[in-house]
């Protein structure tokens, strides 16, 4: 079997996740959890009596000794993965081969190896939320004052702050982290009940009265719980679980990069994405500075976002007490979620690690749409003087429009001197306080405050866990 670049390869084999994620999800890692559940049977079998404790040691010892290129030929003749690995297995254990697999049906080795590999990928999606929310948190306090103008609509509405605007992300992914470890500490496994669940051929070998404790003795030396009930497998609903919490973490940073994306537009121009010195942009328009970790965060959630429905059809069509047409597609979308939700989070960290902000122009934004905002300030502030508010909006609402013709042909945004010079408005306000009130860049409500207690309550929320 080829494993170079003059075969297809997917680009989750190299391009996007990390070594270790790939690591969890590679052939060998599922193999090596394969043997590792086929020697905790033996052991616990010898405990019972079922097999002797010899050929369990015999077991243990070749259990690293993975042989996939033998394993393939043998599959080749079988047309069975778990089979062949139990022949070539067994080939390397002269004493314990004759037991491998002993009661048991390929569910239970395969579900509960899937199941270990989920747990452990759970884990270091978790770490890395944890990390990235740590690093998001210090961006908050650092900017909790600085203003910006806030857009509803895509339209300039009233400030804000960049650290207010990076805690609404922030809110997002800490319940995503919360959501994470819930399911992963809720993960269960289907237990040793055979083809359909029953537990039938070791309550056999056992008798009815000692099935309980020894599949209780394989939860303890597993470290799994096991559902109730179960069929073949464990409840695919499970997996469609699992997916719907990265799918929903895919929301969080998809909205993130969207919003970077157009910040990082020039007429804009605010934020942008870490650009090195020898990034090139465009390969015809030397100039360009494209988003391209932003654009590459949008494109892999939003393939994330479809996997869950593949997951429910396994859960939805999965009939009786099992089929295998969910087979095949799981051992696509499990890992290649998992790795899609690695890159996100990794690429996220990076981009808000050395986000590039650029006060001058969110100055310059605030200076040019901020004087709208502060309207409200001043209808306000007249209806409190005693002015009809109705006929002050009315007033109010033609100064803006004369306002946006100015600033549309490019010219400063003159509202600020149509509002000080209305004689009906100086009627209820001095000129000074109608200034006052139009100086909007301060109209932040308690946005700063509210940052940074959100920020520090991430901050301890997240200390001691791990």
């Not at 979308?333 to 990794?346: G, S």
Request: aromatic share 8%.
């Amino acid at each position: 079997m080829k494993t170079d670049f003059d075969t297809y390869l997917s680009p989750f084999s190299w391009r996007y996740g990390s070594s270790e994620m790939r690591g969890i999800w590679s052939e060998a890692n599922k193999r090596r959890l394969w043997r590792r559940i086929w020697v905790v049977l033996a052991q616990v079998q010898a405990e019972f009596g079922l097999v002797r404790r010899e050929q369990a040691d015999d077991l243990r010892a070749h259990a690293e000794e993975i042989d996939i290129p033998r394993a393939i030929e043998v599959e080749m003749e079988l047309h069975h993965d778990l089979m062949a690995e139990i022949q070539v297995y067994a080939e390397q254990c002269p004493e314990g081969g004759g037991i491998i697999h002993l009661g048991a049906t390929s569910m239970d080795i395969k579900d509960h190896a899937t199941l270990l590999q989920i747990r452990e990928a759970l884990d270091r999606i978790s770490g890395g939320l944890r990390h990235l929310l740590f690093v998001l948190s210090q961006k908050m306090l650092r900017y909790n004052t600085l203003p910006i103008i806030a857009f509803t609509h895509l339209q300039p509405a009233e400030p804000s702050t960049l650290g207010y605007r990076l805690a609404q992300y922030a809110q997002d992914l800490l319940e995503d982290w919360e959501d994470t470890c819930r399911v992963r500490d809720g993960l269960r496994g289907k237990g040793f009940r055979g083809a359909v669940g029953t537990g039938a051929s070791y309550v056999e070998l056992l008798g009815a009265d000692k099935f309980p404790r020894f599949e209780a003795r394989l939860s303890e030396e597993l470290g799994v719980s096991w559902y109730p009930v179960s069929t073949q497998t464990y409840p695919r609903k499970q997996e469609y679980q699992v997916l719907n919490v990265l799918a929903g973490l895919g929301a969080s940073l998809h909205k993130f990069a969207l919003d970077l994306r157009v910040l990082q537009s020039p007429p804009l121009g605010e934020l942008s994405e870490p650009f090195s010195v020898g990034q090139v942009g465009s390969s015809a328009m030397p100039f360009k500075r494209n988003p391209i970790q932003a654009e590459k965060m949008n494109s892999l959630a939003r393939l994330l976002a479809q996997l869950p429905r593949v997951a429910w059809d396994n859960a939805a069509f999965s009939l009786l007490e099992r089929t295998l047409d969910d087979s095949a597609n799981r051992r696509s979308i499990l890992p290649e979620a998992f790795l899609i939700a690695d890159e996100l989070i990794k690429t996220a960290t990076s981009i808000i690690q050395d986000l590039q902000v650029e006060e001058a122009a969110m100055s310059a934004n605030l200076k040019t749409y901020a004087p709208f905002a502060a309207t409200e300030r001043v209808l306000v502030a007249l209806v409190k003087a005693g002015a009809d508010r109705q006929v002050m909006y009315r007033r109010l609402h033609q100064h803006a429009l004369k306002a946006w013709e100015a600033v549309k042909a490019g010219q400063a945004n003159p509202i600020s001197g149509f509002v000080t010079g209305d004689e009906e408005l100086l009627r209820y306000l001095p000129e000074k306080a109608l200034q006052s009130l139009m100086e909007a860049e301060h109209y932040l409500g308690d946005a700063p405050d509210r940052t940074r207690t959100f920020a520090e309550s991430i901050i301890g929320r997240l200390e001691g866990t791990e």
